[in-house]
T-cell receptor
Framework: DAGVIQSPRHEVTEMGQEVTLRCKPI?????LFWYRQTMMRGLELLIY????????DSGMPEDRFSAKMPNASFSTLKIQPSEPRDSAVYFC?????????????FGDGTRLSIL | EDQVTQSPEALRLQEGESSSLNCSYT??????LFWYRQDPGKGPEFLFT???AGEEKEKERLKATLTKKESFLHITAPKPEDSATYLC????????????FGTGTLLAVQP
């Protein structure tokens, strides 16, 4: 079975450029989560969607960050303009919706470096 | 505010040397506690969910236990392939599916 698929796996770009990260959740999962992982702060939830609707974006650090989920099989996280402090590994995860304690399944992440 | 603290930050074991990792949590109405394993360059891989105090789950050399304040991940006779970062996360009693993660324990098992 295909897991959560993220692209690109690595992204290196210059400060000020727009960055778009992509995620395809597991088929049939209707909750999708975007996380950021750094050495200092660990895994932090940025935003999550249920049935393609954003439910909680309180973790989005600034207006420079935005996320969309146009359909059940695709989501994007966009940073515009990017800054060096945005460098981190960004993970997407999906789960079976509001069911009790459904585990989240993670992709292998996008390692983002902003120069 | 929900909080998860894992200890130790790093642990080095000899192959076959059993030990335990700790996850202490503060949460309003625990709905579930999750253990994940993360290998370098990979996303976290789901291991266990524990729902209530007293519950235990096992998988190969790993056993997870839960009390009202903490969870332990016991590793029996570890092998080098058990080397990874182990992450603990909690889900509170609210209406959302949010997980709050600890910062993990980096386990190294030497042959």
């Amino acid at each position: 079975d295909a897991g959560v698929i993220q692209s690109p796996r690595h992204e290196v770009t210059e400060m000020g450029q727009e960055v778009t990260l992509r995620c395809k959740p597991i088929s049939g999962h209707n909750s999708l989560f975007w996380y950021r992982q750094t050495m200092m702060r660990g895994l932090e939830l940025l935003i999550y969607f249920n049935n393609n609707v954003p439910i909680d974006d309180s973790g989005m650090p600034e207006d420079r960050f935005s996320a969309k989920m146009p359909n059940a099989s695709f989501s994007t996280l966009k940073i515009q303009p990017s800054e060096p402090r945005d460098s981190a590994v960004y993970f997407c995860a999906s789960s079976l919706g509001q069911g009790r304690n459904q585990p989240q399944h993670f992709g292998d992440g996008t390692r983002l470096s902003i120069l | 505010e929900d909080q998860v603290t894992q200890s130790p930050e790093a642990l080095r074991l000899q192959e076959g040397e059993s030990s335990s990792l700790n996850c202490s949590y503060t949460v309003s109405g625990l709905r579930g506690l999750f253990w994940y394993r993360q290998d370098p360059g990979k996303g976290p891989e789901f291991l266990f969910t524990l729902y209530s105090a007293g519950e235990e789950k096992e998988k190969e050399r790993l056993k997870a236990t839960l009390t009202k304040k903490e969870s332990f991940l016991h590793i029996t006779a570890p092998k080098p392939e058990d080397s990874a970062t182990y992450l603990c996360a909690v889900q509170d009693g609210g209406a959302t599916n949010k997980l709050i993660f600890g910062t993990g324990t980096l386990l190294a098992v030497q042959p």
